[in-house]
Every structure is written in C-alpha cells, then in structure tokens.
C-alpha cells in the first residue's frame, strides 16, 4: 500500500488539472467561458451522491463540511432525502440517480457492491464528468458502462466503519485511510478530496482489494461477532453487555496495545501459548454445554493461536501435538 503523497504523480489534482466541465457538443459555450467561470471551474467540482445509506450520508455531510459543493443526492426514501438536506443544506433530493448525473460533475454511488452494477447499468457521464463507487472490493470497472468520451471512473474506498449514527461516522474519516483507484487524472482529485474530508489517500497493489477488503471486514465486522460471543459468555457470568463491554473491552484494548507495542506474535498470551493443555480441554467442555455456536469460533481462533505460538518457538512439539489432539477432539 502506498501513501497517495510518495507518489511521484501526487499534486495533480483535478482542481488544478481536470478535464472540461462541458458536455459533449457543448464546446462551442465553453470557450464563451468568462475569466471568473473558469476561476470557479478551477474549484472542487460539484459533489453527487448516489444512496442516502451510512456511507452517502456521512460523506455527503463530511464533503460539504470540507467546503466542496454538493449540490445533489439520490435516494428512494423520502426519510433519508429529508435527513441528507438536513445536514447538507442547499443540495437537490432525488428518487432516480438520473439526475444526479444531470446535476453534478462527480457523482459518488454509494449503494451496496451487490446493486453497483444494476444501479449504473442505465447512468451514461458526460465528457468531464466522473463516477466513483465506495465498494472496498470492487475495482472501478464495474463503472466501465457509464464511461463516454472524456468522462472517467474510480473507486473511493474510505477505511472505517459507517453506521446510522451519522455524526460518529465523520468523526471516524478523521485519520482514515482511504484507497483511491481510477483514471489517471481522476485519482488525484480523488486523493484531494481523501484529503479534504480528514483521510489519508492511498493506492493499493493492483488485484489486492479482495485481501485488503477481507482484513476489513475481520477487523470491523469480525470484532463486533467475537464482542457478541465474549458478551454471551459474560452473560452466564452474570455480567451485562455494558460490563462485558467495560471489562473485556479494557483486556481487548491492553492486548491491542501491546501488540502494536512489540508486535503481534509477542502479544499472544493465555492457555494456548503456555501449553496448559488442561485448562484447554475445561474451556471447550464448558463451551460445548453452554453455547456450542462460540465453541465453532473458539477453536477457529485457537487453531490460529498455535500457529502463532508454534511459529514463535513458544511450544515443544509434543505441546502442539497435545494442544492439537484437544481441540480436533471437540469436533
Ligand atoms: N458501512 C461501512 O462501514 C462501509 C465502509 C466503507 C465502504 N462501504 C461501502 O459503501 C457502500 C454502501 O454501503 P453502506 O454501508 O452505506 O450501505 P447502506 O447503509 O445499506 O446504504 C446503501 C444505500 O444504497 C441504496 N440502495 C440499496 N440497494 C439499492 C438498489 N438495489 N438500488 C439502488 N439503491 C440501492 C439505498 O439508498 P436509498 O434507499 O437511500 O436509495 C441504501 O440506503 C458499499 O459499497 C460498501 O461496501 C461501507
């Protein structure tokens, strides 16, 4: 992964380099352009966005708090339409995603990566204009059937975890890092834009979003089902979600610390990595009788632990071969 600013192409940024902001035939009006119309075209281009979900509506809010106009969204909710002017005062709702395009130069599809394809399959740009998706997996050919000549795709992928609460969903752009990938004078108005809203632009090595968008989703979504199972074993405890969340969330995040500290493999502790074969073997019986759907996610992650523990030298390989025979037995 490269920082977008060690690129050698870095700085050429749509707003000091981007393509004409005229349809197709309409060339004729734009050298009738005045020095202040081009002054102004030399600006952020108009922002679109394309489903008023949490990723839309937070970067529709963070766009226009970054001083970039967004003059349009499409959603087919009247509720969501109504909250993104709320926060976006000034821009245009729409229920078809056609006129989005009719209104903007850049439009954002923030829709599921399972509908891009339905939802541009009947958008066609303009030349100077162009399309981005947010999908962290998808790369922008996706876009290739709203391409015309003189308009360009890519892909804007900020790393963070968008939910229904909007205003914690900006905050979270702050520092994130955000993969930008397309046409070639597109991805540096698209670093700009990263930039603008708090991110930090990235581009990834071709073919590696599936891995990159993988370690993601274990990241966000893998965090909050292993906080779901520690939170159903804190139950039985007697502890609450809010306690679990206090106690082993406290452990979560001193075990975090210390492997950022001293790296990953360093920071493994508990029964696994000490040989304690016994205590082992308590905890699956007690996993099996209580809730055998944490049991599948326990020995999933302690296969991976003696593969860590093993790879450290932490274990003689008659302990792996103990700790190994334990977990197989539950199966
Ligand atoms: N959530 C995250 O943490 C996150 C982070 C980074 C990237 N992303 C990416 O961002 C994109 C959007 O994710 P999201 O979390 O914002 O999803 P979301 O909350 O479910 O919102 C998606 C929006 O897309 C619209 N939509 C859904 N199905 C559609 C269809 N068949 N046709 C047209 N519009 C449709 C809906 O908008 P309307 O009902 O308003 O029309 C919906 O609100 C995805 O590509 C996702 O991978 C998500």
Known sequence: ????????????????E?????RIGD?????ALSAAQIREAAGPPSVGI???????????AAIHRAGWPVKAVASRDAGRRDRFLSLVPGARAFI???????EVELVILAVPDDAIAAVVEPLRLYGGQAMVHTSGLLGSEVLDSAR???????AFHPLASFTADVERSVAGLAGATIAVEGDERLVGLLADLAEAIGGVPVRLPAGSKPAYH??????????IALLDAIAR????????????????GRLMEQTLANARAGGIAAALTGPIVRGDVGTLKAHLHALDGITPDVLELYLALARREVRIAEERGALTPEQVRQVTTALAKVV
Do not use: F
Request: proline share 4%; aromatic share 4%; charged share 15%.
């Open 233 to 248: 074993l804190g139950r039985t405890a007697g502890i609450d979600e809010r306690g679990s969340l206090a106690i082993y």
């Open 214 to 223: 993988a370690a993601a989703v274990l990241a966000s979504g893998g965090l």
């Open 96 to 102: 078809d995603p056609l006129a989005v395009v009719d």
């Open 27 to 31: 060339e004729a009006a734009a050298s």
């Open 50 to 60: 394309v489903g008023a979900g949490a990723v839309g509506t937070a970067l529709g």
């Open 1 to 16: 992964m490269k920082p977008w600013r060690d690129d050698a192409s870095s700085g050429s940024g749509w707003g000091r």
């Open 18 to 22: 981007r393509p004409s902001l005229t």
């Open 148 to 154: 015309a000549a003189g308009s360009q795709i890519g």
